[in-house]
């Protein structure tokens, strides 16, 4: 029995099987439906392409300690004027903040809020 196919790494999207021909070999894909992250595995272990699917770097723990560094690397940013910088860390942090599945406030809401109310 195959094991179950785990939410996309990148977008948390569904994924879904599917068979191609490259170059004249038989590929096994899992591929998101969202953002079309695809790994790809020759047949005929169509099996392994779902274990490097599942397979991840991040666990929930090291992606939680990963989402603390990413919010303490903007606000440092921020503090310094790196508004670039505070940008992309931010970004990082919105990212992981969505695979954890653990949908935490967006901690620069208020500032955003206090932004609108000062825009000219």
């Not at 195959?2 to 569904?14: N, T, V, W």
């Not at 998101?32 to 779902?50: G, L």
């Not at 666990?59 to 939680?64: A, C, Q, S, T």
């Amino acid at each position: 029995m195959r094991e179950e196919l785990k939410s996309c790494p990148f977008c948390g999207g569904e994924a879904f099987e599917r068979d191609t021909i490259v170059d004249g070999i038989n590929v096994h894909h899992v591929t998101c439906k969202y953002c079309a992250a695809d790994v790809r595995a020759p047949e005929p272990n169509p099996a392994y392409a779902v274990t490097l699917w599942n397979s991840r770097f991040l666990e929930l723990e090291n992606i939680l300690e990963e989402l603390e560094i990413a919010e303490a690397k903007a606000w440092d940013s921020l503090s310094r004027y790196k508004f670039q910088m505070f940008g992309y860390w931010a970004a990082i942090w919105i990212h992981l903040n969505r695979i954890s599945g653990k949908n935490r406030p967006n901690p620069w809401r208020e500032l955003v809020m206090r932004a609108r109310e000062e825009k000219v």
